[in-house]
């Protein structure tokens, strides 16, 4: 069984960072990871992801805002975000993909304010 869990979450100034953490354990390696956000009454949306050999995706709504990173060997993801906006706050999510099943982490809240 794979758990991640996701830390980092809070309240920030718009124009503000947080960094983002999500440890994954488990006996099994981890294919790709990635961060979703959701904001209560909408859809859950992709906002970057990570192949466990480097290649990186990022959504249109990321504008190079944020940064993912992955340390392999700690099985740890990152998610750097600058110039928070409020339309950033929502919760956030970690997954990870092993073995062609998709594992998530129960989320950390992220609030920007004006």
């Known amino acids: 069984q794979v758990q991640l869990v996701e830390s980092g979450g809070g309240l920030v100034q718009a124009g503000g960072s947080l960094r983002l953490s999500c440890v994954a354990t488990?006996?099994?390696?981890?294919?790709?990871m990635a961060w979703y956000r959701q904001v209560p009454g909408k859809q859950r949306e992709l906002g970057a992801t990570?192949?466990?050999?480097?290649?990186?995706n990022y959504a249109k709504f990321v504008e190079g805002r944020f940064a993912i990173s992955r340390d392999v060997a700690k099985n740890t993801l990152y998610l750097q975000m600058n110039s928070l906006k409020p339309e950033d706050t929502a919760v956030y999510f970690c997954?990870?993909?092993?073995?062609?099943?998709?594992?998530w982490g129960q989320g950390t809240q992220v609030t920007v304010s004006t």
């Open positions: 990570s192949s466990p050999i480097g290649y990186k």
């Open positions: 997954t990870a993909a092993v073995r062609g099943d998709t594992y």
């Open positions: 488990g006996p099994f390696r981890l294919d790709t």
